[in-house]
């Protein structure tokens, strides 16, 4: 029984259902079917086997499976049998390894060594569950931390080796889903900055996903807007500040990272760095703007603030000035100097006496136009202004110190100055002449008050009264009392006219009060006889004018040449007076009852005939 049992064993199996070319399982799915190829009894055992794609690899049982009657034209007991094996898609191998095997099936009859095995077999590929994963950029592994740009866009890859069938990659910054796939391409913001970043993959049970590691990212948020504030304040166009006075300023720059550097400048000029800026403004800044520039991931890229102008409001400040001015009774005194003031908001000029109160004297004020300079001297301050102030000199009370005082909304400057008496020296008095000869004479008065300042005395010369000529100056300085001149190189016989002032730096004063008319001597013996006339003439030309003298002098030297006709010369001597018995002789008037006692008073004295009497006032 036993052997005609296994005369039924068929002598081979047969694939009834081969999957076209190799299977991936990784993509679908594949059923495998082993079926006897004869009738057989009994029934026997259907084992799969596997082997790696290595030849001389050894067969493994891949699974025992009970077959089926698939039925057929057999006489019972013998069957025909199939033993199907189904491999569902995404099947993995035991240890998730990546294999790919050959299959085949075996048949086994029970108490019979006799085993049969298919012809043919079949390459499967078991899929590959996704087990890891982790993030790269430009084929560069992130660990801990991933440092971007904000706003510049970033490409990451999740890798995760081998893994079949593709797996789904979803990514994720936080609880956050920005995207999916193998590679992502974002734009991050400030606001992902601190966040974890990370790619989350699957491929075979959605319930098994995988995280890749987590960096960190670190947000650059590059600086791309500045602007200025004080005192928490926007600064617009302009910014208003007080020459000397300390001024802080922050730089407001937004949100940015790292933390940007800063630089600040007025003009083109650097004047300091960090978030704030304490600076104390001059006024060489006004008119210029101030801003800063700031910069933290690119040098190249720097931006800057708003740029207000600079309005420096400064006190005035005056240049130059001089201590004293002259002051002349009766008139204005102008009080003239530059000063310099960018403020011109409430600019005043003013004036006050230091000792008296009350009165305040306004001035004017005129731009000074632009002008050159040397390069060399950039410190010389150029004046903006010229203030002038006209003082009226009223009384003696006006002179004196006063308080100059330039003001504007800032604050102010002040100067002190006199105005001093200014006066031209007083006439010279007792104008008269002396020691008169043929070619010169000599001309002496006593100086008047000088007015405060070195005087000179000048002479002056006429041969008609009319047209008068500088003689001769004498240069007095702060001497006071007589004074003498002698005069040279005059025509014997002829006739001058002379006259005298005095001047001083504040001007020329008034001529003296005295003008003479002198006639020198004609020859050797005319002067003795001439020398009562000279006299006379010197002495009543210094106290009635030039008028007298001529009058009295030609009356007395007519009637002296009569009476000496013919005489010897020195026959005859007139007595010369001396200037104090001259300038006795003053205010006479011209006539002829004034011309005798006159004649008789310069001759007391003479035992010389008295020729007075002789003298008919017709013959004059």
Not at 245 to 269: K, N
């Amino acid at each position: 029984m036993r052997n005609e049992l296994f005369e039924a064993i068929p002598s081979h199996l047969d694939f009834t259902q081969v999957p076209d070319g190799n299977v991936d399982l990784g993509v679908t799915s594949a059923q495998l079917k082993c079926t006897t190829s004869a009738c057989t009894y009994p029934p026997p055992l259907i084992q799969w086997l596997t082997q790696s794609l290595t030849a001389s690899s050894p067969y493994e049982v891949y699974k025992t499976v009970n077959p089926t009657v698939t039925g057929g034209s057999c006489v019972l007991p013998e069957q025909l049998y199939t033993s199907t094996l189904d491999l569902p898609q995404n099947t993995a191998w035991s240890d998730n390894s990546d294999k790919i095997l050959i299959f085949s099936c075996r048949i086994e009859y029970p108490d019979s060594t006799m085993n049969l095995t298919t012809s043919g077999s079949q390459p499967i590929k078991f899929a590959v569950r996704v087990t890891e994963a982790f993030l790269q950029q430009n084929n560069q592994n992130i660990t801990f931390i991933l440092t971007v740009n904000s706003g510049e866009p970033v490409t990451l890859t999740c890798v995760m080796g081998t893994s079949r069938p593709a797996p789904n990659i979803d990514w994720y910054i936080g609880s956050r889903s920005i995207g999916s796939g193998t590679s992502l391409t974002f734009t991050p913001s400030n606001t992902d900055h601190n966040g974890i970043i990370y790619c989350q993959a699957y491929n075979i049970d959605p319930n098994f996903k995988v995280d890749s590691n987590k960096p960190k990212l670190i947000v650059r948020v590059r600086v791309t807007e500045a602007f200025l504030q004080q005192n928490n304040q926007n600064i617009t166009s302009t910014l208003i500040v007080n020459s000397g006075e300390p001024v802080t300023l922050t730089c407001i720059t937004g949100t940015s990272r790292p933390d940007p550097i800063i630089d600040w400048y007025i003009g083109s000029r650097s004047i300091g760095s960090g978030t704030s800026l304490t600076f104390t403004p001059s006024n060489t800044d006004h008119n210029e703007v101030i801003f800063c520039q700031a910069y933290n991931i690119d040098p190249n890229l720097k931006v800057a603030s708003n740029k207000p102008r600079l309005i420096v409001r400064a006190a005035p400040k005056i240049l130059d000035v001089s201590p004293s001015y002259k002051g002349y009774a009766g008139q204005y005194s102008m009080i003239q100097f530059n000063f310099n003031s960018i403020t011109k908001e409430n600019l005043t000029v003013t004036a006050r006496h230091s000792n008296t109160s009350g009165l305040i004297h306004q001035g004017i004020i005129q731009p000074i136009l632009p002008y050159s300079i040397p390069v060399n001297s950039s410190q010389i301050p150029m004046p903006d202004f010229r203030g002038s102030i006209s003082i009226g000199i009223m009384s003696e009370n006006d002179f004196g110190p006063y308080v100059i005082e330039v003001k504007n909304i800032v604050g102010s400057d002040s100067e002190n100055i006199q105005i001093i008496r200014q006066i031209t020296p007083e006439k010279p008095s007792s104008f008269h002449a002396t020691n008169i000869q043929e070619k010169q004479l000599s001309l002496r008065w006593q100086s008047g008050y000088n007015g405060g300042y070195s005087q000179t005395f000048i002479v002056e010369i006429s041969h008609d009264n009319i047209t008068w000529n500088n003689v001769s100056q004498v240069i007095a300085g702060n001497r006071d009392g007589w004074f003498t001149k002698v005069i040279e190189d005059l025509i014997p016989g002829s006739e001058y006219y002379f006259r005298l002032y005095a001047y001083n730096i504040n001007g020329r004063g008034d001529l003296a009060d005295v003008q003479l008319a002198i006639r020198t001597f004609t020859d050797v013996c005319a002067s003795a006889g001439i020398s009562v006339g000279g006299a006379v003439g010197a002495g009543v030309g210094g106290a009635v004018g030039g008028i007298v003298l001529g009058f009295i002098g030609a009356i007395i030297a007519f009637t002296i040449r009569r009476q000496l006709n013919g005489s010897k010369c020195s026959c005859l001597r007139s007595k010369m007076r001396t200037d104090d018995e001259l300038h006795s002789y003053s205010n006479i008037e011209m006539n002829p009852q004034t011309v005798k006692p006159v004649y008789e008073e310069l001759n007391k004295g003479n035992t010389e005939q008295r020729v007075y009497d002789k003298i008919s006032p017709l013959e004059g």
